[in-house]
């Protein structure tokens, strides 16, 4: 009897130290590798811009490359008006414009209620005076017509421009806004077609002047430094801006893109693309 009872607890202790075995390397037993994610990838930063299409896309087109370096995707979409890309920025469809001048963004502020300030200027647009019917100022007949922009500060512009050459004389020479009814000496007696900026290229056979932006000029196929009969200096106030909704000014993607269009590869594609026509501001 004492052999049958010690063999089964022998048997006992055999079976349950297999059982601990088993147990310790089902334990033991290496942990399955998870399985690579792959790396994550960073989806690059639109940034929507209105423009002019000559000179202002063509710029901004030069620094597309830079931008998508850093990560940001440049879009440019051209306008061929001087409101709808106010609008649109003002509105959130458009993150940022390049088109205008500070006279220009402040007049449309005061005049639509818009909220748009400059976060940096890129060049300047001299205006100038184009023959029509007549083919220089000397030979300027009396009771002449000439075609001038109707918006506010261009307007205003054009005017004092005309005035530079001896044309008339203006009752406020730093009035910014002038219009025909503020010329108190017009000793030829002209007469002003009042149209919209972009259209004035396509009267000029139809008036003896024209007093015409720069980037219509480019557009029409006119050379401004070599067709002008007049044109402003270089030091005109008018700089051209990167303009943004007030609360924007420091969006990384924006002042990137000023960064990019002060550089010295942009100065160098103005200076050898449009000759005098187009001047640096930076």
Do not use: W
């Not at 690059?44 to 370096?69: C, F, G, K, M, R």
């Amino acid at each position: 009897m004492m052999n049958k009872k010690f063999l089964s607890l022998a048997l006992a202790l055999v079976l349950s130290l297999s059982l601990a075995a088993c147990g310790s390397k089902k334990e033991e037993a290496p942990a399955e590798t998870p399985a690579e994610t792959p790396a994550e990838t960073t989806e690059p930063v639109v940034l929507n811009v209105a423009a002019s299409s000559t000179p202002h896309a063509e710029i901004l087109e030069q620094v597309v490359d830079v931008l998508a370096e850093q990560g940001i995707d440049l879009q440019i979409h051209e306008y061929g008006d001087y409101v709808v890309p106010n609008t649109a920025v003002e509105e959130g469809e458009e993150d940022a414009n390049y088109f205008q001048h500070i006279p220009y963004l402040e007049s449309f502020n005061e005049k639509e209620g818009t909220h748009l300030v400059s976060v940096g200027g890129i060049h300047i647009e001299p205006m100038g005076v184009y023959a029509g019917k007549t083919a220089s100022l000397e030979e300027l007949p009396d009771g002449a017509e000439i075609a001038i922009p109707n918006d506010p500060t261009n307007e205003g512009r054009a005017l004092l421009l005309l005035e530079a050459q001896g044309l008339i004389t203006l009752a406020d020479s730093s009035n910014l806004e002038a219009t025909p009814n503020d010329i108190v000496d017009n000793p030829k007696n002209l007469t002003f077609k009042e149209l919209e900026a972009a259209m004035i290229p396509n009267a000029v056979d139809e008036v003896d002047l024209s007093v015409i932006n720069v980037n219509y000029a480019l557009e029409a196929g006119f050379n401004p430094t070599e067709d002008a009969l007049a044109i402003e200096d270089a030091d005109s106030p008018y700089v051209n801006i990167v303009a943004v909704k007030e609360g924007n000014e420091n969006n990384p993607a924006v002042l990137a893109l000023v960064e990019a269009l002060q550089s010295d590869a942009v100065r160098d594609f103005i200076n050898e693309t449009y000759g005098g026509a187009v001047v640096p501001a930076f």
